[in-house]
């Protein structure tokens, strides 16, 4: 099993993106790489904590290569807005891969290359070891699974249903 840490805006939709797709095993949601240790969705709010809001997912790299990933995580991310996705405005909604393998940076690094080669701009998207992650609250955990008409940014019809568990 392989697992990488995926920041593209309010984690609820990309969350609830990534639990439908077919190889992936296990996700949940937090903040990565920021200030303090332990932080609240209040510490990212007031501006008191510096993480990204993530999505910590563990998949099958026999069923998912991590480039299909990083197609999945291109449908609805961004990658030339600057710390925003959809309505969210803020340092926590930049995007940015997360990785604890080192093998894993040059794979995403050379995706971004690819990106910048076929549109002809550089992508605002952090590619960095994972230096911290913390849990997010118990309610953001599975939060549009338990909330569904919750705020989404995600479009969460670019998922086809041969791609879905």
């Not at 997360?98 to 952090?126: C, N, Q, S």
């Not at 008409?149 to 479009?155: E, L, S, W």
């Amino acid at each position: 099993m392989k697992e990488i840490y995926v920041a593209g805006g309010c984690f609820w939709g990309v969350e609830a993106y990534f639990t439908q797709l077919k190889g992936v095993l296990k996700t949940d949601v937090g903040y990565a790489n920021g200030n303090i240790e332990n932080p609240t969705y209040q510490d990212l709010l007031n501006q008191k904590a510096s993480h990204a809001e993530t999505v910590h997912i563990i998949y099958d790299p026999k069923v998912l290569s991590l480039n299909s990933l990083l197609e999945h995580c291109f449908r609805f991310i961004d990658p030339f807005t600057l710390n925003r996705q959809g309505n969210d405005i803020g340092i926590q909604y930049r995007s940015g891969f997360y990785y604890t393998d080192e093998a894993d940076k040059p794979i995403l690094r050379d995706y971004l290359k690819k990106i910048e080669r076929e549109i002809g701009k550089k992508p605002v998207f952090e590619i960095q070891p994972l230096r911290n992650y913390y849990l997010a609250e118990t309610y953001h955990q599975n939060y549009l699974a338990k909330n569904p008409n919750g705020y989404c940014h995600v479009d969460l019809s670019l998922l086809k249903d041969e791609e879905k568990q």
